[in-house]
Every structure is written in structure tokens, then in C-alpha cells.
């Protein structure tokens, strides 16, 4: 079985075709999802997929795009919602220094807040990294987040600072890039980072693995980056599945 860490089915992408969506990805192998709500809108949809289908998952918090929008209100509403059994994580949340939408100071400040959250409530998160590696490597160290760990989502850094991570208790999850024929770092990572903290996911409708590449992302796709982690580890796809599978349930806390 396949287990998607990380899929965006509440995006307005697929209010045409989600069932359909849905049945590839079963019909792929993939068990397990966890939907990333990162706003009002998304965790409010995310919250209604995950009652909806028994195969999906929650992890919900504040995109760091859209730090200066968050209230105190909202924090506290992800608080009461983190109470729900299929509420996994909190994220996605981090540093973005790609947009200019959120000062950077407003951006550390929402972040630090969502990891006393998640110390406070007990989950892992779910970090978001663009252009800001560093700085997120420190506010982690800083705020303890070894305490609950969680995952680099749709990682694009070097082996080093994946290992870096690894050590402060952070799953590393790849994710289409690792299929491009020029994106070195991922394949690297794949190669270096051991089987047993590593995790797969499509950030759907998002970062099509080759040759979808370009075109919308879905579940089903999740394939394609088992299979390059495979075939990049001289492995093969079955103990890819296994082993991300497991580290996922683990991570989770799903039985």
C-alpha cells in the first residue's frame, strides 16, 4: 500500500472530479492520505473530506504565505479541531521567502506560535520551506520541535541538512521533483537518507512527477515517486512501499 502524506483534494481543482480522482488513486494502491488544510477555507473542507472518507487524513495550520492574516481566534479554533481523531498534524506550516505577502518577522512569529501548539496538543508537523532554510532550521532547534517531530514537506534541500532534520526527529518527504531529470538535490537525498525516515507524497494538484509534469497532480501519481526512490536505492517498490507506509502509520499514529 501507498500512503500519500500530503495532498491538497480540498483545492477547487478537483471540485469536478474528486470521486473520480479518488478511484485512481485507489486503483494505484494508495490507502492512505492526509489532506493539508494551511487557512480557514482549506481546513474547513479538509475537516468535511476526512468525515467523508475513512481513508483519509487531517493536518491543519497556517500557511506562512498568509502569516499577517491569522488571528489569535484562529489559533485557538485549531486548537478545538486538533481534538479530532483524524486531526494527525498541524501544518502546514514554516517559512516562505519566495511571496512578500507576510513580513518575515510576522512569518517566525506565526510559526513558533503553531509549534507551542503542537507541543501543547501533542501532534508532529508538517513544515513548508521556501528560500528560508536556514532560519527554519533554527526556530525548530530553538522551540524544542524534537519533541514532536514531523516532516519536511516536499524537501528540496542537501543531504546534509536533511540529515540535520533527521536528527531534530523530522521525517524527510519527497515528492515530484525527485522524478525531474535536473533536481539533484532530491535524488541525492534519496540515495543518502535512510529508507526508515523517508516518506513520499504529491503536494497535489501540485508538482507533477515526470511525465505528468506540468499537468495537474493527483494521489495516483504518488507511484511515480516511490519508483524513482526505488530505482534510486537499487530497491525495490515493495520495500519502498512498506517502509513509507509504516514510517507514515507510525508518524501518525495511525493503527
Request: hydrophobic share 40%; glycine share 6%; proline share 5%.
Given at each position: ?7 491538497h ?25 492526509v ?26 495550520g ?16 485549531i ?57 527554519i ?12 517531530g ?37 535524488k ?11 516518506l513520499?507524497?504529491?503536494d ?17 501519481y ?34
Amino acid at each position: 500500500m501507498l500512503f500519500d502524506t500530503h495532498v491538497h483534494l480540498n483545492a477547487e481543482q478537483f471540485n469536478e472530479d474528486l470521486e473520480e480522482v479518488i478511484s485512481r488513486a485507489k486503483e494505484t494502491g494508495v490507502g492512505k492520505m492526509v489532506v493539508v488544510g494551511f487557512d480557514r477555507p482549506t481546513i474547513e473542507r479538509a475537516m468535511e473530506l476526512v468525515e467523508r472518507y475513512d481513508f483519509l487524513y487531517a493536518s491543519i495550520g497556517w500557511h506562512p504565505v498568509d502569516a499577517i492574516d491569522m488571528t489569535d481566534e484562529d489559533l485557538v479554533w485549531i486548537e478545538e479541531l486538533s481534538n479530532h481523531p483524524k486531526v494527525v498534524a498541524l501544518g502546514e506550516m514554516g517559512l516562505d521567502y519566495h511571496w512578500d505577502k507576510s513580513p518575515k518577522e510576522t512569518q517566525k512569529d506565526v510559526f513558533r506560535k503553531q509549534i507551542h501548539l503542537a507541543k501543547k496538543v501533542k501532534l508532529p508537523i508538517v513544515i513548508h520551506n521556501r528560500d528560508a532554510t536556514q532560519d527554519i532550521v533554527d526556530i525548530l532547534r530553538e522551540e524544542g520541535a524534537e519533541e514532536v517531530g514531523g516532516i519536511m514537506h516536499c524537501f528540496s534541500g542537501s543531504p546534509e541538512i536533511a540529515q540535520e532534520c533527521v536528527d531534530m526527529n523530522f521525517y524527510i518527504s519527497l515528492g515530484g521533483p525527485v522524478t525531474f531529470k535536473n533536481a539533484k538535490k532530491p535524488k541525492e537525498v534519496a540515495k543518502e537518507i535512510p529508507l526508515e525516515r523517508l516518506l513520499i507524497e504529491t503536494d497535489c494538484p501540485y508538482l507533477a512527477p515526470h511525465p505528468n509534469r506540468g499537468k495537474r497532480n493527483e494521489p495516483a501519481y504518488v507511484k511515480l515517486v516511490a519508483e524513482q526512490i526505488a530505482e534510486l536505492k537499487g530497491i525495490s517498490l515493495e520495500e519502498v512501499e512498506a517502509a513509507t507506509t509504516e514510517n507514515a502509520n507510525k508518524l501518525f499514529n495511525i493503527n
